[in-house]
């Protein structure tokens, strides 16, 4: 069984960066794609970055594209996802997730299996 734990979220201003981590137990990591997604009160959970088994490629929504990165150490078997130029509108839970299947990259959130219990980020105008 594969267990995620997030952490690095907080409270910052408009314009401040945050770098979450989610590190992860089990033996699937190294293999499997893995993402962040968030989900803001009264709002669905959305995609927001992942990042292929190897490292090699990385997919990243729209609404964050040019302010945060994914990134992963297989060896530590961590997830990252630095969010730079933070907005109001970035304010959610976030969440890491491994997907459901080796080898694959997906948007989509029914495609990853297990998740984390997610770390609050909160951005203030």
């Known amino acids: 069984q594969v267990q995620l734990v997030e952490s690095g979220g907080g409270l910052v201003q408009a314009g401040e960066s945050l770098r979450l981590s989610c590190a992860t137990s089990?033996?699937?990591?190294?293999?499997?794609?893995m993402g962040w997604f968030r989900q803001a009160p009264g709002k669905e959970r959305e995609f927001v970055a992942t990042i292929r088994w190897s490292g090699s490629t990385t997919v990243v929504a729209d609404s964050v594209k040019g302010r945060f990165t994914i990134s992963r150490d297989n060896a530590k078997k961590t997830v990252y996802l630095q969010m730079n130029s933070l907005k109001p509108e970035d304010t959610a839970v976030y969440y890491c997730?491994?997907?459901?299947?080796?080898?694959?990259?997906?948007?989509?959130?029914?495609?990853?299996?297990?998740w984390g219990q997610g770390t609050q980020v909160t951005v203030s105008s």
């Open positions: 089990g033996r699937t990591f190294s293999n499997r794609a």
């Open positions: 997730a491994t997907q459901d299947r080796p080898y694959g990259l997906s948007t989509r959130v029914y495609e990853y299996a297990d």
